[in-house]
């Protein structure tokens, strides 16, 4: 019942924007947890960004500064800006959350504790 869908990925230079869009249905974010994870070619999947319920992030180091997780509760929609595109950053783009996530040493969840995932939205940054 619980669904995620990514939209907005798409195909840009290098230097440009783009923003992605995970639409939850079946989910309030007010309950969950919410994160973005990439995976490029011949790559494993990785962290990008992560918002918990109480509104804290947290940013993979490679993209701090141009990447931005926000959250429309009213839409319950998570938002992905993503400025500064570069090559390195091509990869497809999944949307995942988790409800009832606790633990004593983080605020944030690991992939594995993640319980729904989207389908992804490919993006791809040409030099």
């Known amino acids: 019942e619980v669904q995620l869908v990514e939209s907005g990925g798409g195909s840009v230079q290098a230097g440009g924007s783009l923003r992605l869009s995970c639409k939850a249905s079946?989910?309030?974010?007010?309950?969950?947890?919410m994160g973005w994870y990439r995976q490029a070619p011949g790559s494993e999947c990785e962290l990008v960004s992560t918002?918990?319920?109480?509104?804290?992030?947290n940013y993979a180091e490679a993209v701090k500064g141009r990447f931005t997780i926000s959250e429309d509760n009213r839409k319950n929609t998570v938002y992905l800006q993503m400025n500064s595109l570069k090559p390195e950053d091509t990869g497809m783009y999944y949307c995942?959350?988790?409800?009832?996530?606790?633990?004593?040493?983080?605020?944030?969840?690991?992939?594995?504790?993640?319980?729904?995932w989207g389908q992804g939205t490919q993006v791809t940054v040409s030099s």
């Open positions: 995942a959350a988790v409800e009832g996530f606790y633990s004593d040493f983080t605020p944030f969840p690991e992939q594995s504790e993640y319980n729904y």
């Open positions: 079946g989910f309030t974010f007010d309950d969950g947890d």
């Open positions: 918002r918990t319920r109480e509104g804290v992030t």
